[in-house]
C-alpha cells in the first residue's frame, strides 16, 4: 500500500481528486488524500505565498515518512515568493518555466518523499480538453465557439496565461454562470481521467510518477 497525499489550492482541486483519482488510484494500491492549504488560522484555500504552504509541506514529508508528498497549484498568479521565480525570465516556454518552477520547488523542500507538481497553466486548463463537456450547461452552443476556437489551434495546458486570456478566464466569458467549485469537477468527470492525460503532457507527466510509485 502505498499512501499519497495530495496539497490543493481549494474545494475544487480536492474534489477533482476525490472524484476522478482516487477509485483509480486506490486499484493498483495507492491511496490518495487531497488535503487543501491552510492560509491562516482556521481559513483553508486559495495559495497566498509560499512562506505559507512551505511549513505545511515539510509536516507532511515529516509527520508520514513512509508516505509520499505532491501538489496541484496552478501556475497562473503563482506566487512571487516561489523558488524559483526570482529566474524564471530565463526560460522560453510556459512548459520549461514550470519545469523550472518544480525543479528549485523540490530543492527548496529538500524531502526525498516530495514531488512538486504544478499545473500548466491552472486546473481550467485540463477542462478544455474536450469542450464538448460544456454543453450539458448552455443553453446556447454558439458561446462555447471561442473556446473551440482556442481548443483548435492550441492544446490545453498551451493556451495563455494572461489575466484576460487565461484558461478560467476564458471559461467565464463564454459561461458567466460558470462556477468553479460547481461545474468544474463535474465537467472534468464528464472528459475522463484519461482524455485529459492524453490532451495534457505535463499533467501526464505527474501522474505518470504517481504510476511509479507502485506499478503494475
Not at 31 to 57: D, E, F, N
Not at 60 to 73: P, R
Not at 137 to 166: C, F, G, K, Q, Y
Amino acid at each position: 500500500m502505498t499512501r499519497v497525499y495530495v496539497l490543493v489550492e481549494g474545494q475544487t482541486e480536492e474534489a477533482f481528486i476525490n472524484e476522478l483519482m482516487v477509485q483509480p488510484y486506490a486499484a493498483r494500491g495507492i491511496y490518495l488524500t487531497p488535503i487543501i492549504v491552510s492560509t491562516s488560522r482556521g481559513h483553508k484555500g486559495g495559495l497566498t505565498t509560499y512562506s505559507k504552504v512551505k511549513p505545511q509541506i515539510d509536516k507532511l514529508c515529516k509527520q508520514d515518512a513512509g508516505a509520499f508528498i505532491t501538489t496541484l497549484f496552478d501556475f497562473y498568479a503563482l506566487p512571487k515568493d516561489f523558488p524559483g521565480q526570482a529566474s524564471i525570465a530565463c526560460h522560453g516556454t510556459n512548459l520549461a518555466r514550470v519545469v523550472h518552477i518544480e525543479q528549485h520547488f523540490a530543492d527548496a523542500i529538500g524531502h526525498l518523499n516530495f514531488i512538486p507538481n504544478i499545473v500548466l497553466h491552472e486546473f481550467e486548463a485540463l477542462l478544455l480538453t474536450d469542450i464538448d463537456a460544456f454543453a450539458e450547461w448552455t443553453d446556447n452552443d454558439d458561446v462555447l465557439a471561442p473556446l473551440r476556437h482556442a481548443r483548435m489551434i492550441n492544446a490545453p495546458e498551451d493556451i495563455n496565461d494572461s489575466v484576460h486570456t487565461a484558461p478560467s478566464k476564458r471559461i467565464m466569458a463564454a459561461m458567466a454562470g460558470y462556477q468553479k467549485t460547481v461545474h468544474g469537477p463535474l465537467i472534468a468527470s464528464t472528459i475522463g481521467l484519461d482524455a485529459i492525460r492524453a490532451a495534457c503532457p505535463h499533467f501526464h507527466g505527474w501522474l505518470s510518477k504517481l504510476d511509479a510509485l507502485n506499478p503494475l
